[in-house]
């Protein structure tokens, strides 16, 4: 099965150009690069970046649990392998789930299970980073040489800010290709070898310094070496470990209980297979749920619940994990996403990201690793929540220029989620603001293509 998997992989890499500089490498580096977030549409948008005509403002119907129940199912059915979710609005809760947590053994998935929710990460080590600015011990305006020169020494440690590093503007590239050599080449093989490998978060920084930039300094372009730098400054200030101070004055704080950095390749809890395809080139797709996350560290290394996910971002624009001047800066946004005739479709600031969907504006993040998918947003004041996990990645399959091909997998994610915050029926049968992602990891920012971010 290997030797016939690698010689398909192989005819597949010579079709599509994979392995020599080509439109379709190029595709596919964009679209790996950070392995965790964004989406996209707009309308205007006031100087904080918060849309005008707010979703909270709007009056959303009542949990409708048959609907939510029928449409996370259809999700399923356009062929995911499995996925779980929890929906809220005020004191008003469901949680389902739909398909399997291991195709091939049959096990059904549970609300309950853990996932490893990717880049949403960024938005706990923003808030830590946002509490010391509280406490005056870290300026957002100050440059990153300030806090940590031998990592970023020289010009570009004075001219890049902290500010910078978390609304994705340093022109500081992301170190996710580097840190797998022969990722595009011989997928499965590389992340098969790299399973236990632990990294420190010093050695993946240089990575990602050595890199050619996606965007020059001042413009977004999406890169994981921003919040691991961002989890070293917190050390050097706090003089504690990073993950450490998160899991004390975030996690604790917020008051989530089964929600953790992994002390080990493993998860703690129930938790899905998660299955990576990697557009085809791992076939049939592999687990890696047991992974060491080193790699991802202060970027994407927390393991949570959709439930969790939902109570975080609630206290979060509640004003409960910061104070009104730390969140407004948190809410202060960048553009980050265009659709080709040029609107901005997607709106990025500090860990936390503003995006339309067909029924309105939302606030949130969403995550990918390999193998797991997870995607959480809410209406501006937290009262409407929905968080989504998923266990198979990168499903869709290229054409020979490198271009996603139609797959009903993306609409039927993007209908599930619509439909549970606005409250009205799912969107997958009209046409949506909203354009679908075209770079495989869906609503991934960091993976949409060059020319697709506002960079």
Request: net charge neutral; aromatic share 8%.
């Amino acid at each position: 099965m290997t030797r016939t998997t690698r010689t398909t992989r192989t005819a597949r890499s010579d079709r599509l150009g994979l392995g020599r500089p080509a439109r379709t490498t190029a595709v596919l580096s964009t679209a790996l690069l950070a392995l965790s977030l964004g989406v996209l549409p707009a309308q205007a948008a006031d100087a904080t970046g918060a849309p005008a005509g707010r979703a909270a403002a709007r009056h959303v119907p009542a949990l409708d649990r048959a609907a939510l129940r029928d449409s996370l199912d259809a999700f399923h059915t356009a062929g995911m392998y499995g996925a779980f979710a929890a929906v809220r609005d005020g004191s008003e809760q469901w949680r389902g789930a739909t398909g399997l947590a291991d195709p091939s053994g049959g096990r059904p998935i549970a609300p309950n299970f853990e996932h490893r929710v990717g880049s949403i990460t960024k938005s706990f080590t923003a808030v830590a980073i946002l509490q010391q600015v509280e406490r005056h011990r870290i300026d957002l305006d100050a440059p990153v040489a300030r806090y940590v020169p031998d990592l970023v020494p020289g010009e570009r440690g004075e001219q890049v800010t902290v500010r910078m590093l978390l609304n994705h503007t340093s022109g500081i590239a992301d170190y996710v290709l580097p840190a797998f050599p022969g990722l595009l080449q011989d997928p499965g093989r590389t992340l098969d070898e790299n399973r236990l490998r632990h990294v420190e978060p010093e050695e993946l920084v240089p990575l990602g310094l050595a890199a050619p930039p996606a965007a020059q300094r001042g413009e977004f372009a999406y890169a994981n070496t921003n919040f691991v730098l961002a989890g070293l400054i917190l050390e050097r200030v706090t003089g504690q470990d990073a993950e450490a101070y998160i899991t004390r004055n975030v996690i604790r704080r917020a008051g989530l209980h089964h929600t953790y950095f992994p002390s080990s390749a493993s998860l703690k809890g129930p938790h899905a297979g998660m299955y990576e395809s990697f557009f085809g080139f791992i076939d049939p797709p592999r687990d890696y749920s047991t992974y060491d996350m080193s790699w991802a560290g202060t970027a994407g290394a927390l393991v949570s619940t959709t439930s969790d996910l939902d109570v975080f971002y609630r206290k979060l624009l509640g004003g409960k994990l910061l104070g009104p001047a730390a969140l407004r800066a948190m809410k202060t946004t960048v553009p980050a996403a265009v659709t080709p005739d040029g609107e901005v479709v997607m709106r990025y600031g500090l860990g936390l990201y503003t995006l339309r969907m067909p029924s309105g504006w939302y606030w949130g993040h969403d995550g990918a690793v390999f193998g797991a998918g997870t995607w959480s947003l809410a209406t501006e004041d937290g009262r409407r929540q929905v968080s989504v996990a998923y266990n198979l990645m990168k499903y869709q399959r290229l054409d020979e220029q490198g271009h996603t091909l139609p797959e009903p997998i993306t609409p039927a994610l993007y209908a599930f989620v619509d439909g549970a915050l606005s409250g009205g029926a799912p969107t997958a049968g009209r046409r949506s603001a909203v354009p679908l992602p075209a770079a495989g990891l869906p609503p991934l920012v960091d993976q949409l293509p060059t020319g697709r971010q506002a960079s």
